[in-house]
């Protein structure tokens, strides 16, 4: 799965040494932010944040947050802004933020963008964030999103219809039972995808209007995904 990646990588590696900043996965649930989002981290070094992960942490841990997140992600719609900021705003101050990370499914709203810039700005010698939206249709969505199965253990993204295990329901890597995510159900979906046109398109017209922004075909093999966001990451840098 990542041999693609790689051999881009290790190809592009003496001519490109980019620090790479903080990078924003940006698209509609399904597009593959999670998944891309482990190929860069294996690429550069820099961590993954993704907001529905630590919302999910947060629910299997019931803290307080979890309590007030796990019907609000049950029903397909967004947690609110102040408490997303202040998840996201914990975990940006571990130290290995320090080069860089990729923010996956954050900020899916206008109001978690303008705190994001208003924060990045306050920050003296942090690189700009460079955003990058992964396109996939509709019909490609439903089906990515009714097949994603995952392992619990090692968090691979399998899909049954398009990158299923080698053993049905089995973990290539753990061997444990795979598992799907209550939300990936079609009406989950269709209300996701109902939040993400009406709150989170207009954060991807914003970014878009600020220049460093690119749009990457999803609907390709995961290493040519991949390589498309490393060549736009590494234009919108120079
Ligand atoms: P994801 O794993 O990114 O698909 O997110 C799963 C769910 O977590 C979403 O449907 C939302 O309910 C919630 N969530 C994740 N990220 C955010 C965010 N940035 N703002 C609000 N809610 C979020």
């Known amino acids: 799965m990542s041999s693609s990646i790689s051999s881009v990588a290790?190809?592009?590696?003496?001519?490109?040494?980019?620090?790479?900043?903080?990078?924003?996965?940006?698209?509609?649930?399904?597009?593959?932010?999670?998944?891309?989002?482990k190929e860069l981290v294996k690429l550069w070094g820099i961590p993954q944040i993704s907001t529905?992960?630590?919302?999910?942490?947060?629910?299997?841990?019931?803290?307080?947050?979890?309590?007030?997140?796990?019907?609000?992600?049950g029903r397909g719609e967004l947690v609110p802004d102040s408490l997303v900021n202040e998840m996201v705003a914990v975990r940006l101050q571990q130290p290995d933020t320090i080069n860089g990370y990729i923010l996956d499914g954050f900020p899916r709203t206008l109001g978690q963008a303008g705190?994001?810039?208003?924060?990045?700005?306050a920050q003296a010698g942090t690189l700009p964030v460079v955003a990058v939206?992964?396109?996939?249709n509709y019909n490609q969505l439903l089906r990515r999103i009714t097949g994603r199965r995952n392992c619990p253990v090692c968090q691979t993204i399998y899909n049954?219809?398009?990158?299923?295990?080698?053993?049905?329901?089995?973990?290539?890597?753990e061997g444990t039972a795979l598992t799907q995510r209550a939300d990936d159900t079609?009406?989950?979906?269709?209300?996701?995808?109902?939040?993400?046109?009406?709150?989170?398109a207009p954060v991807v017209e914003?970014?878009?209007?600020?220049?460093?922004?690119?749009?990457v075909d999803g609907d390709r093999p995961i290493g040519m995904i991949a390589a498309g966001i490393v060549a736009a990451v590494e234009r919108l840098r120079k």
């Open 52 to 73: 529905g992960d630590l919302l999910r942490a947060n629910v299997a841990q019931s803290t307080s947050l979890g309590q007030v997140a796990k019907e609000i992600m």
């Open 133 to 136: 939206s992964i396109q996939v």
């Open 206 to 215: 914003h970014y878009r209007g600020l220049g460093r922004f690119a749009e």
């Open 186 to 200: 079609e009406e989950v979906f269709k209300e996701r995808m109902r939040a993400y046109g009406a709150l989170t």
């Open 10 to 37: 290790n190809g592009r590696e003496a001519d490109s040494k980019i620090a790479p900043g903080p990078i924003l996965l940006l698209g509609a649930p399904g597009v593959g932010k999670g998944t891309q989002a």
């Open 115 to 121: 705190w994001l810039d208003g924060r990045l700005a």
């Open 160 to 173: 049954v219809y398009v990158n299923p295990p080698k053993q049905d329901g089995v973990c290539d890597v």
